[in-house]
């Protein structure tokens, strides 16, 4: 997820129903504050599933976000429609006394967009709203789930208004959405009303775009139009799109009032941006924000711990490898982009290395290593240092590369240890959240321990012009005036370095 030019979710795709599933209805069409959901069971519950859970937080927002507080009205029933008595335990949970006669539950979702609350806003790309003419759904801000059955399939039906479209990455059958999962259903937003359509294939891979734009100013045929570019160069960059489909939905608003960005899910990302005027600046910051969410298909969609491989909705659990997830997909986002011919030396000197070097020298807390941040991101002083993830994060990995280079004669950077790790983890394989860093030295160099423990694990000051300098730039200046520029007589090894840098190997 990218916050300050967007916002992590991920896991499994494709419905299997061996399981008996659990019905729900979200209906759009009553009110444009509130969501009003229906959940009918099949197949009777036990005592053991007395408790219907809302999420505390969600995959790849790194963020509190307490759904239970948008609730209300939540009512349980027999199959006579008779009232079972419930109990509300905050801020998550509601407390059923005799599940095992539950049939159905009613209750109303305030969406999250127009709902004030104290504190631990959710950012507007993970929330909710519905208006007279579309309707965003985060999965996670309508549905809970049983206690026990977490893993249980889903079938969702969402109620609009006649003529709109709908956009997800979901499977549909009858007239429902098919999720083999809660953490399915979590990965799967739903934006439906009067939207443009457009798609294309990237080699194998179907690719779909579903646009809201208030005002009419952004169109999906237009937004894919300057993708495409973009997308040929992260099929270049990973060789082969490691999904069998994606989708894109974009949500433009004239002035939103939250924070505003991009969430990234294993088969689509969604997007909630400020509607300006649809100028080459603006379709390109799109773009850009778009490759980091594209990206995401390989971490954490592929390569996550098993933090993230069975995901904790009620208790928010962080990851350690938060560089991995963010600052790593943040780098190959804008490093792919130039080696894939989309922008030159320059505008990525300019852009994904000097502005970054600059925003994390200057704006955030250095003393807060990569690790801290993760492990504090739920919390609200860790809040404040996240974004440095898209700054600090990307030049860390981007020395990662330097310094894989270097040992590898030239041989193999980063880029190359990520598919690697794909194909040795890759989907239902996770990597260990305590191991990964000793497995990593194990694949690669001793040396590469040095570098994770200096860099990810503390937070000693970034090597900006020594490891610039191993590839034949010079690096200049301090505070907000840098320069990094091309050496005028680099060595015979800088220049393969750099040669190697440059490009796919």
């Known amino acids: 997820m990218n916050l300050f030019k967007t916002l992590a979710l991920l896991l499994f795709a494709g419905p299997l129903f061996s399981q008996t599933a659990i019905n729900f209805e979200i209906d759009v069409t009553k009110n444009t504050d509130t969501f009003y959901?229906?959940?009918?069971?099949?197949k009777q519950l036990s005592k053991e599933?007395?408790?219907?859970?809302?999420?505390?937080?969600?995959p790849g927002t790194y963020q509190t976000q307490n759904i239970g507080r948008f609730i209300s009205d939540f009512k349980a029933f027999n199959k006579k429609g008779k009232e079972i008595k419930v109990t509300y335990k905050a801020p998550n949970q509601y407390i059923i006394s005799k599940p095992h006669k539950v049939k159905s539950i009613n209750y109303k979702v305030a969406e999250t967009f127009d709902t004030e609350v104290e504190s631990y806003p959710v950012y507007m790309m993970c929330g909710s709203s519905i208006e007279n003419d579309h309707a965003l759904i985060n999965t996670h801000t309508m549905l809970g789930y049983f206690e026990g059955l977490q893993s249980?399939?889903?079938?969702?039906?969402?109620?609009?208004?006649?003529?709109?479209?709908?956009?997800?990455?979901?499977?549909?059958?009858?007239?429902?959405?098919?999720?083999?999962?809660?953490?399915?259903?979590?990965?799967?937003?739903?934006?439906?009303?009067?939207l443009t359509y457009a798609e294309t294939?990237?080699?194998?891979?179907?690719?779909?775009?579903?646009?809201?734009?208030?005002?009419?100013?952004?169109?999906?045929?237009?937004?894919?139009?300057?993708?495409?570019?973009?997308?040929a160069a992260s099929n270049k960059f990973l060789i082969k799109l490691p999904v069998e489909n994606y989708t894109f939905l974009y949500y433009f608003l004239q002035n939103p009032d939250g924070q505003t960005g991009a969430w990234e899910h294993s088969y689509s990302s969604e997007y909630v941006l400020t509607e300006n005027e649809p100028t080459d600046a603006n379709m390109k910051q799109v773009t850009d924000i778009a490759s980091h969410e594209f990206f995401h298909i390989v971490t954490p969609l592929n390569i996550h711990s098993e933090i993230i491989e069975s995901f904790n909705f009620v208790e928010p659990t962080p990851s350690q490898h938060l560089w991995l997830y963010e600052g790593v997909t943040e780098w190959a986002s804008n490093i792919l982009l130039y080696r894939g011919g989309v922008v030159d030396f320059d505008a990525y000197i300019k852009n994904s290395i000097r502005q970054k070097i600059i925003i994390n020298e200057n704006y955030f807390d250095k003393s807060w290593s990569l690790e801290r941040l993760a492990k504090e991101s739920f919390n609200?002083?860790?809040?404040?240092q996240y974004g440095n993830i898209y700054y600090k994060g990307a030049l860390v990995a981007g020395y990662l590369d330097i310094r894989l280079l270097e040992l590898s004669d030239g041989k193999r950077g980063l880029r190359e240890l990520m598919l690697e790790l794909v194909d040795k983890y890759g989907k239902g394989r996770p990597i260990s959240e305590k191991g990964f860093f000793k497995d990593l030295?194990?694949?690669?160099?001793?040396?590469?321990?040095?570098?994770?423990?200096?860099?990810?694990?503390?937070?000693?000051?970034l090597p900006n012009k020594e490891y610039l300098g191993k590839i034949g730039l010079n690096y200049s200046g301090n505070g907000k005036s840098i320069e990094i520029r091309k050496m005028v007589n680099p060595t015979d090894k800088q220049l393969m370095l750099f040669e190697a840098w440059s490009k796919n190997l």
């Open 37 to 42: 959901v229906s959940v009918d069971l099949e």
């Open 49 to 58: 599933n007395n408790i219907y859970q809302f999420a505390a937080t969600a």
């Open 152 to 194: 249980n399939p889903l079938k969702i039906k969402v109620t609009g208004q006649e003529g709109w479209k709908t956009g997800t990455a979901l499977e549909s059958k009858d007239g429902y959405y098919l999720a083999n999962s809660f953490d399915h259903a979590v990965d799967s937003p739903i934006l439906t009303g009067n």
């Open 201 to 231: 294939q990237v080699a194998d891979t179907p690719i779909r775009i579903f646009t809201y734009s208030e005002k009419g100013k952004y169109t999906s045929e237009a937004l894919l139009e300057n993708m495409k570019d973009m997308l």
């Open 380 to 384: 609200e002083d860790g809040a404040k």
């Open 441 to 461: 030295v194990q694949m690669t160099y001793p040396e590469i321990g040095d570098f994770i423990h200096d860099y990810i694990q503390n937070a000693e000051p």
